[in-house]
């Protein structure tokens, strides 16, 4: 158990709509990153958040956006899914916000749109 | 812009054989390099990590890695490979810095003949 928590396990929707999915990270992590995996596209960077603020993008689309709350769970918005949307989304946390520090991933939400 | 590229999406062995596993970056300063492991339906579990130490990083579950300047080069190995190493294996950078954001390989599926 990496003690990141990530909240639905699976996720079936319908293209349009939006869906939320939440992350909880290890217990004194302030480093929050979102990332998705895809047949195609492989393990892609979407977002980090540190302590409650953008650190750092990646090729996140306009149509997702994540935030970080101060209790330091994050939550990655998704909307006007489409089917290419269909993805295992991962969260990982570190205690910083550098490289060095070792990013502890959650089990993923696997997401499906129909 | 950084990349990773991990030669080999699928590298079989018999049990008890070495394990290889290759990983070549590419990054204008000298990095810091990871190895993940991911078990079906599961997330990413840190194998070992180079953060500028030792060159020869030894990690969890008998594995090793050798950071190699010259070669840009961070290669898995395991002398005798068992089962339960079957599993997808990611290499991944990051760069010195306040972003931890990991750029990912490809992945490598590893199959354990018995």
């Known amino acids: 158990d990496s003690g990141v928590t990530q909240t639905p396990k699976h996720l079936i929707t319908a293209t349009g709509q939006r869906v939320t999915l939440r992350c909880s990270p290890r217990?004194?992590?302030?480093?929050v990153y979102w990332y998705q995996q895809s047949l195609d596209q492989g393990l892609q960077f979407l977002i980090q958040y540190y302590n409650g603020e953008e650190r750092a993008k990646g090729n996140i689309l306009e149509r997702f956006s994540a935030q970080q709350f101060p209790d330091l769970h994050s939550e990655l918005n998704l909307s006007s899914l489409e089917l290419g949307d269909s993805a295992l989304y991962f969260c990982?946390?570190?205690?910083?916000?550098?490289?060095?520090?070792?990013?502890?991933f959650g089990q993923g939400t696997r997401l499906t749109v129909v | 812009a950084q990349s990773v590229t991990q030669l080999g999406s699928h590298v079989s062995v018999s049990e008890g054989a070495l394990v290889l596993l290759r990983c070549n970056y590419s990054s204008s300063v000298p990095p810091y390099l990871f190895w993940y492991v991911q078990y079906p339906n599961q997330g990413l579990q840190l194998l070992l990590k180079y953060t500028s130490a030792a060159t020869l990083v030894k990690g969890i579950n008998g594995f090793e890695a050798e950071f190699k300047k010259s070669e840009t080069s961070f290669h898995l190995t395991k002398p005798s490979a068992h089962m339960s190493d079957a599993a997808e294996y990611f290499c991944?950078?990051?760069?010195?810095?306040?972003?931890?954001?990991?750029?990912f390989g490809q992945g490598t599926t590893l199959q354990v003949k018995p």
């Open positions: 217990s004194g992590d302030l480093s």
């Open positions: 990982a946390s570190s205690v910083d916000q550098g490289g060095r520090a070792e990013a502890f």
């Open positions: 991944a950078v990051t760069q010195k810095g306040n972003t931890g954001k990991l750029i």
